[in-house]
């Protein structure tokens, strides 16, 4: 058992990065939900437990064309990979669960040329959607014909810069700002939901104004920004791509100005602050786990725990020993508890994909 009270009594409201749009004291809300969940559980309106995932993440390769200074999980790092057969057993299983919906990351998924789109087929002829993510290098006229076929909760470019000097930059490659430009295009003018995700860093955090009318200009539904997680390759490079507290509250602000002018046109929400998003977790059964290339399964993309790996075990029997309890399992809860800014992601161990993976069983 865990106090789950002190969890939120360990944080400062000053501390937690701010939303938008904007939850009124967010530890006021965690107070709330986890009360509220509470008393549906009771009432068995809610269950305390889940048969299966609702959705999963596959990150069905750590190879990509770009070296993202902030990238999360080092992607482009050399990475055992599981084979277009497994993945297709992956597929295949999640069906059997039953899940509703499936974020395709990487990497950049768009490497697997022609098998993405048959591990596609598998998961979407079951009625499962799709969140795609893509940082728009190899995305032309014949992918998007080939990526239209399949229904999306919503369709990724990621675009770090409102220029090709910030962009590029940022994303280690000359000419990407103009490739992932021309992809988001591609994607809106052919009717599928774009979202422009940026992660705001040293670089870009002056030019927010100018980012928010490009996506806008592109036609974008939504434009997800927020500081970049400390994990993977930003904990590598903190010292050059770090934003001082005081741009980050009026980076905020601003974010704040323009949802209201955009409303109704185009969303501008954030990321969560991990320190909120690890404890929100907690009160919700289990409900989503992550793939990664080698087939460790997670419970997401931040938690450096593991609970085992698809070579070993069937997801199913996994999820039934371990996953759909996992999010309160004793080693997760103190590490969890260690988290009470986000800059302790910086002195905990293990740091997320930069220390090897806990695996609890």
Not at 37 to 47: N, R
């Amino acid at each position: 058992m865990f106090d789950f009270q002190q969890l939120v009594l360990d944080l400062r409201e000053d501390k937690i990065l701010p939303s938008i749009p904007p939850k009124t004291n967010q530890i006021e809300l965690l107070k709330i939900s986890e009360k509220m969940l509470e008393e549906w559980q009771k009432k068995k309106a809610y269950p305390r437990e889940l048969e299966s995932p609702l959705g999963c993440q596959l990150e069905l390769t750590h190879k990509c064309n770009l070296n993202c200074i902030h990238c999360y999980n080092q992607s482009g790092n050399f990475c055992q990979e599981l084979s277009f057969k497994q993945w297709i057993g992956i597929a295949k299983q999640l069906v059997d669960m039953n899940i509703f919906e499936c974020v395709i990351s990487g990497g950049e998924p768009l490497l697997l040329k022609d098998n993405l789109y048959k591990i596609m087929s598998v998961l979407h002829d079951n009625g499962i959607k799709f969140i795609f993510v893509t940082n728009g290098m190899l995305l032309d006229e014949n992918q998007i014909e080939k990526l239209s076929k399949y229904d999306y909760y919503w369709f990724q470019v990621s675009i770090d810069g409102s220029k090709p000097e910030i962009h590029d930059k940022i994303r280690g490659l000359r000419g990407s700002w103009k490739r992932a430009v021309n992809a988001a295009k591609l994607v809106s003018e052919s009717g599928l939901p774009l979202v422009i995700s940026h992660v705001i860093q040293r670089y870009n955090i002056s030019y927010l104004d100018e980012m928010i009318e490009t996506s806008y200009l592109l036609g974008a539904r939504r434009i997800i920004t927020g500081k970049f997680t400390y994990s993977g390759r930003a904990i590598l490079n903190k010292d050059k791509i770090d934003v001082f507290d005081d741009e980050l509250k009026e980076a905020f602000q601003f974010l704040q100005t323009k949802y209201n002018e955009y409303f109704g046109k185009m969303e501008i929400i954030t990321s969560t602050d991990p320190v909120f998003y690890l404890r929100y977790r907690i009160i919700e059964p289990c409900n989503v786990i992550l793939i990664r290339p080698n087939g460790d399964v997670k419970l997401d993309c931040v938690l450096p725990f593991k609970i085992g790996n698809v070579l070993n075990e069937n997801l199913l029997d996994m999820w039934n020993r371990i996953g759909k309890n996992a999010w309160r399992n004793e080693e997760i809860i103190k590490y969890i508890s260690s988290i009470k800014t986000e800059k302790d992601m910086l002195r905990i161990f293990p740091r997320p994909y930069i220390d090897k993976d806990i695996l609890i069983r």
